[in-house]
């Protein structure tokens, strides 16, 4: 990465940053593009040079942790049940995402974001709007694994289904708790799923084989 490149990184960082501690501790609906920029110094120009808007900069994180559990996914040994291998996608995936975050933002301030997107209307609808999509890419990757074709067998789409419920469920939970800590939501996600039943967690190839 060249110098150029360098203080692109540090001032879309360190827009990010600041629009998620305004987030936090003003709220979304009260934040502005234009006090974002404020906060770092740059123009309304500058923050769109960056991000298409508020809603972005709100899910810039998250985002990054999905596209972590989507590429574990991908990788997870081929002989693993469906269910399984979303489990273990995300559970072991979780220090890859930690490193990520503490990169771009304090942990603190990202576990407080996701308190603000629960209890925001606007970003929870987008959250699970996102979050659908999200659903829909991990059900081609499981169908995909399991040489299955999504739109004929509803297997991936309803173990991934299922799955994200679990997720939902865990965060609802975890953000209205007392422990606003990653390691609290690990503890929470990892309880929660494996609480799932084990018809949807047995070996759909093993059950193809004659």
Known sequence: ????????????????????????????????????????????????????????????????????????????????????????????????????????????????????????PALLAAHLRRSAELEEQLAGIIAEREGLDVDADPRPRIVVALFGGVIRVTERLWSTGGDLTLDGMRELTTTYLDQVGPALAGNWRAEQSP
């Open 1 to 120: 990465m060249n110098l150029r490149e360098r203080k692109k990184r540090r001032t879309r960082d360190a827009l990010l940053r600041a629009a998620l501690e305004l987030f936090a501790t003003r709220g979304y609906e009260e934040t502005t593009v234009d006090d974002i920029a404020a906060a770092v110094d740059v123009s309304q120009r500058t923050f769109f040079r960056y991000f298409a808007g508020k809603e972005e900069t709100a899910f810039f994180v998250p985002r990054l942790a999905e596209t972590l559990v989507v590429e574990a996914l991908r990788t997870r040994p081929p002989d693993e049940a469906p269910l399984e291998a979303l489990r273990r996608a995300v559970l072991e995936s979780w220090d890859a995402i930690n490193e990520a975050v503490v990169e771009l933002v304090p942990i603190e301030l990202h576990m407080r974001v996701y308190r603000v997107i629960e209890s925001t």
